[in-house]
């Protein structure tokens, strides 16, 4: 009589046991591979990309990149050649790491030799016209995903948060956005045994393959059951590790708080450390799951696919020998990481003890208490306390300015029409209204910059450009606030470059500021007075490199907890965000707050990885 089939939960827990087996196989030489591999990468493969793109900009004559201004010169065609040759070394490098992973889990007794053939006959096959495919699945489905291999060669890939953040602002592009999170989700755990297969097997259609595998839920239903266990783990042991690096900081602060900021620093190296080693064991369980998948289903391989075979060694002294060689070193490897990644953290651990005085901006208002870049908005931003307010000015069809941001109407008037075409009059009749319930009317230039007078509010008003410009646009909106009396009370910024030079031009002794929806390799040349950086890319190497030209720095739009208290610590100068009255309470309670502890918590949260 045929036995039962198991049920998805009973496939799940086989999974899982699976991997703890292949994991637990690993061990000591698992936990080398996880702090060698990011030991190279940190010292060696990502200076060495840092010092191509730097290079790569520099072919073209260029500081640092801006997509907003993206000359062709005589070096641009050696720039494309460069960045393509660093987009195929991090592919190779990142193939690589995993590569070391599978292969260890898959056989982890393998001798020294035996190992590198392996690699090397990985790192060979990678460089065949057949490994393109890899290309798309580890740059593109892992990164925004998050479900698979991890890496600090592709963390931080992801959808900027000025694009997630306009698109969850109305319904329709809500459901949508949604829509395609879910598609890419879907594409990822079906081509989710795509890096175990082409490891692991002789086929060349490592996909194809996949998505074969992993038809119907009785096969990716229990894998992504497993990996959710997995992944909870990891966050429940990344919380338990946070908490234990927080108690000797805090005990400091109580018993001995001159020694509070060191007690911290050296916490956080050692909470680095440890967090790497998580963050490694996490991804190394779900390359585990993956390879029991793939063993569990090889019957369904093609033909010319099966699984490669390995000869094990059979001495098994010789293996435990080999361990006890191995843990000293996997030890001796933690030790200076935590030793280096102190002594990196004792100059931040007191330079973030210092009190911000980070300028909290509401961006378009406070979309709390009214529509973005209307009246109502203003005032909420105001009630709230915000130090200044961002707001966007657009030119109408007969030359006067507006407060709007978008240049069509449809997001927020439900119309298909155009800034551009619509005459001052006619756009200051229209109802606008928002996701929170609010309604209010588009309100001229003049309106909202009297409006802020009255309320002692500075604004940093944007120059948005709809397509209709006057070639005298700014010309002209200089002349409207010098009548106002509010051209020199007010700061400026756009993300176009002409109109910044222009106003500058006009009016030198403006502050003006250049913003930049995507920024890397340094700074580029403006004669702003100060940038504003999309959080994406927003970092501290940035920030450092702004004030080391002598520029201003500001992030926007940031409205996550942990990516505003970090520009806080960071004391970053200008934070544009949709939730000021969170930010300012932060604020607040840096600057009133005592203790190293809450700094550490702070630090943790952006070091500390856990997937």
């Known amino acids: 009589m045929r036995g039962k089939r198991p049920s998805i939960w009973g496939d799940t827990g086989a999974l899982l046991r699976g991997a703890l087996q292949l994991v637990r196989a690993g061990g000591a030489r698992l936990c080398g591979l996880i702090l060698v591999t990011q030991l190279l990468i940190l010292l060696v493969a990502l200076p060495v990309i840092s010092w191509l793109f730097r290079e790569a900009l520099r072919a073209n004559g260029m500081a640092g990149l801006d997509l907003g201004q993206l000359p062709v010169?005589?070096?641009?065609?050696?720039?494309?050649?460069?960045?393509?040759?660093?987009?195929?070394?991090?592919?190779?490098?990142?193939?690589?790491?995993?590569?070391?992973?599978?292969?260890?889990?898959?056989?982890?007794?393998?001798?020294?030799?035996?190992?590198?053939?392996?690699?090397?006959?990985?790192?060979?096959?990678?460089?065949?016209?057949?490994?393109?495919?890899?290309?798309?699945?580890?740059?593109?489905?892992?990164?925004?995903?998050?479900?698979?291999?991890?890496?600090?060669?592709?963390?931080?890939?992801?959808?900027?948060?000025f694009i997630s953040g306009e698109l969850f602002k109305a319904p329709a592009t809500t459901v949508g956005f949604l829509l395609f999170l879910l598609v890419l989700a879907w594409l990822n755990v079906r081509f989710s045994l795509t890096v175990p297969v082409f490891i692991l097997t002789a086929g060349r259609r490592p996909l194809r393959t996949s998505w074969r595998l992993t038809s119907g839920p009785r096969t990716w239903a229990p894998l992504v059951l497993a990996a959710t266990v997995v992944l909870a783990l990891g966050s429940l042991a990344g919380s338990v590790l946070a908490a234990i690096a927080l108690a000797p900081t805090a005990a400091a602060d109580a018993l001995l708080p001159p020694a509070a900021a060191g007690t911290a620093a050296v916490s956080l190296g050692i909470a680095q450390v440890l967090g790497m080693l998580l963050s490694g064991l996490v991804t190394a369980g779900i390359a585990a799951l993956l390879i029991t998948q793939l063993r569990r289903t090889a019957s369904r391989l093609p033909k010319n696919?099966?699984?490669?075979?390995?000869?094990?060694?059979?001495?098994?002294?010789?293996?435990?020998?080999?361990?006890?060689?191995?843990?000293?070193?996997?030890?001796?490897?933690?030790?200076?990481?935590?030793?280096?990644?102190?002594?990196?953290?004792?100059?931040?651990?007191?330079?973030?003890?210092?009190?911000?005085?980070?300028?909290?901006?509401?961006?378009?208002?406070?979309?709390?208490?009214?529509?973005?870049?209307?009246?109502?908005?203003?005032?909420?931003?105001?009630?709230?306390?915000?130090?200044?307010?961002?707001?966007?000015?657009?030119?109408?069809?007969d030359g006067g300015f507006v407060a709007m941001h978008d240049a069509q109407l449809d997001r927020l008037a439900g119309r298909p029409d155009a800034v551009k075409d619509l005459t001052l009059a006619e756009l200051t009749s229209i109802t606008v209204r928002d996701a929170n319930g609010h309604e209010d009317h588009i309100p001229s230039f003049s309106a909202y910059v009297q409006r802020a007078q009255e309320l002692e509010m500075p604004l940093l008003i944007e120059i948005k450009i709809g397509g209709g410009e006057t070639p005298d646009h700014v010309d002209r909106l200089v002349a409207e606030l010098e009548e106002l009396g509010a051209l020199n009370e007010n700061i400026y910024h756009s993300l176009d470059a002409p109109s910044v030079e222009r106003l500058k031009l006009l009016r030198p002794d403006l502050t003006v500021g250049y913003t930049m929806a995507f920024a890397g390799g340094g700074i580029p040349e403006t004669v702003a007075d100060f940038i504003v950086v999309e959080q994406w890319t927003a970092t501290a190497v940035m920030q450092d490199a702004a004030w080391g030209a002598g520029l201003g720095f500001m992030a926007w739009t940031v409205n996550d907890e942990a990516g505003y208290r970090e520009h806080l610590r960071r004391n970053t100068d200008g934070i544009i965000t949709d939730v000021p009255d969170l930010v300012l309470a932060a604020r607040a309670e840096m600057q009133h707050g005592s203790g190293m502890a809450a700094i550490l918590f702070d630090a943790l949260t952006r070091f500390v990885t856990v997937v």
Do not use: K
């Open 305 to 397: 696919g099966t699984l490669l075979q390995y000869p094990e060694p059979s001495r098994a002294g010789v293996q435990a020998a080999s361990a006890r060689q191995i843990v000293p070193a996997v030890l001796a490897i933690a030790v200076v990481l935590a030793i280096g990644c102190s002594a990196a953290g004792w100059g931040t651990m007191h330079r973030l003890a210092a009190a911000p005085e980070s300028l909290v901006l509401a961006h378009r208002g406070f979309s709390a208490g009214g529509v973005e870049n209307t009246l109502g908005g203003l005032d909420a931003a105001a009630r709230a306390g915000a130090d200044l307010v961002e707001m966007d000015v657009m030119q109408t069809s």
């Open 73 to 161: 010169r005589a070096g641009f065609p050696l720039t494309v050649s460069l960045i393509v040759a660093i987009i195929v070394l991090v592919f190779w490098i990142l193939a690589l790491q995993f590569t070391a992973l599978v292969v260890l889990l898959r056989w982890p007794r393998l001798s020294g030799r035996q190992y590198v053939r392996e690699l090397g006959r990985v790192a060979r096959a990678l460089l065949r016209p057949a490994a393109l495919p890899l290309l798309g699945y580890l740059f593109v489905l892992v990164p925004l995903t998050g479900f698979g291999f991890t890496s600090a060669l592709t963390r931080g890939l992801a959808i900027p948060q």
